[in-house]
């Protein structure tokens, strides 16, 4: 595969559940990114890493824990969300301040 | 403080038209970037214009940093170029990309 790609595309959970998205890329890139995008609103910055080391968090809630085991790999888990945490989930990559590529995006739905 | 402002924030086209869609940013920047969010929401890179002009088929931009806007260019619409348009910029070395709100574009047969 190329790019970026993320799974699941789709996903509709329970405020109780646990769940995690995860996002790979295939760019030889650096530095990767965890968007959320709610309905008719502006993307949100939620966490960015660079070599595996996060260097920012949007004052995201804790029930948002990010992962980022290697350069390529990026996990966002989830646990105990709210309905309004219902949104698409985008990750995104760069080689550090080059141009920046996006996944197809999660779109979560927490009932 | 730092600011990405695009306009205008809805557009309706027919079929065949041109436009211009505009994006202003508050400081000197390091990377622009155009993309198209499609109907399933997936962002697909249009340009990566720090500077300059660019071309792609039926779509140019074009970046004037030292007066801080930068101009997408659609000719010959079809219903497929509907969606939301995004300029985002980097203003400074590593710093995350800023993202303006959007246009929305609606091209109809």
């Known amino acids: 595969e190329t790019g970026v790609t993320q799974t699941p595309r789709h996903l509709v959970m329970g405020m109780t559940n646990k769940k995690s998205l995860k996002c790979e890329q295939h760019l030889g890139h650096n530095a990767m990114y965890w968007y959320k995008q709610s309905a008719k609103k502006p993307l949100e910055l939620m966490f960015v890493?660079?070599?595996?080391?996060?260097?920012e968090n949007n004052s995201v809630p804790s029930r948002f824990s990010p992962e980022c085991p290697n350069s390529s790999h990026l996990f966002l888990h989830l646990h105990t969300l709210q309905p309004e945490d219902s949104a698409l989930y985008l990750c995104?990559?760069?080689?550090?301040?080059?141009?920046?590529?996006f996944g197809p995006g999660t779109r979560l739905t927490v009932l | 403080g730092i600011q990405v402002e695009q306009s205008p924030p809805d557009l309706i086209l027919q079929e065949g038209a041109n436009s211009t869609l505009r994006c202003n940013f508050s400081d000197s920047v390091n990377n622009l970037q155009w993309f198209h969010q499609n109907p399933w929401g997936q962002l697909i890179n249009l340009f990566y214009?720090?500077?300059g002009t660019k071309q792609n088929g039926r779509l140019s931009a074009t970046t004037v940093a030292t007066e801080r806007y930068s101009l997408l260019y659609i000719s010959s619409s079809q219903t497929t170029d509907s969606g939301v348009y995004f300029c985002?910029?980097?203003?400074?070395?590593?710093?995350?990309?800023?993202f303006g709100k959007g246009t929305r574009l609606s091209v109809i047969a």
């Open positions: 995104a990559s760069s080689s550090g301040g080059n141009e920046q590529f």
């Open positions: 214009i720090p500077s």
């Open positions: 890493y660079n070599f595996k080391e996060q260097t």
């Open positions: 985002a910029v980097r203003f400074s070395g590593n710093t995350p990309l800023v």
